[in-house]
């Protein structure tokens, strides 16, 4: 559901153009809400993934203070939460949208040594303790592939020049060479 909505906000915002004046029209105050609420559910869907119902802690965390109209309706619906019991936020204390950071990545289960990302800036790949390379669509968050095969950590992975290769190194002793993009 996390990704969804964010591809949503992102269309939308896509179709508003760089200035705000693209394919449909709206007023700025507008425009920037859209922008601020995609960018704090981008910074929550590690968490939101995880625990839908961690939406709304999510918002009030991260957008409470934001005083514009459209986000103000939206905290008065999120602070209406009743799904489970929760601890409601009574203060923005999550990172804010708009700052420098983007996203979290989790999926690993232990430390990740190395990120390398493809040439065109739309895959990353991590390397991590976990013996396990995890690949990532850096535009949603979303892991497209998980690929196991080291006996030992992964220590490093870099790409060929041309993006078309990427090679991991492990403590068992091993290269691992990988054909970028990845094929099904």
């Not at 005083?67 to 602070?79: C, N, R, T, W």
């Not at 691992?176 to 094929?183: F, I, R, S, T, Y």
């Amino acid at each position: 559901m996390t990704y969804e909505l964010l591809d949503d906000y992102q269309v939308v915002l896509d179709a508003l153009g760089s200035s705000g004046e693209g394919t449909i029209r709206l007023a700025q105050e507008q425009t920037e809400s859209l922008r601020l609420i995609r960018d704090g559910l981008r910074l929550s869907t590690h968490v939101i993934v995880g625990d839908p119902n961690q939406l709304a802690g999510q918002l009030l965390g991260r957008l409470q203070d934001k005083k514009s109209g459209p986000i103000a309706q939206l905290m008065e619906v999120a602070k209406g939460w009743r799904a489970v019991p929760w601890l409601r936020p009574m203060t923005a204390s999550l990172t804010a949208p708009a700052g420098p950071m983007v996203r979290t990545f989790a999926g690993h289960t232990n430390a990740v040594y190395a990120v390398a990302v493809t040439p065109d800036g739309k895959l990353a790949i991590s390397a991590s303790r976990d013996k396990v390379l995890r690949v990532w669509k850096l535009a949603s968050g979303r892991e497209v592939r998980t690929l196991k095969g080291h006996a030992a950590a992964a220590d490093a992975v870099a790409l060929t020049p041309g993006g078309k290769l990427a090679i991991s190194v492990s403590r068992d002793h091993t290269l691992k060479v990988l054909e970028m993009p990845l094929k099904n």
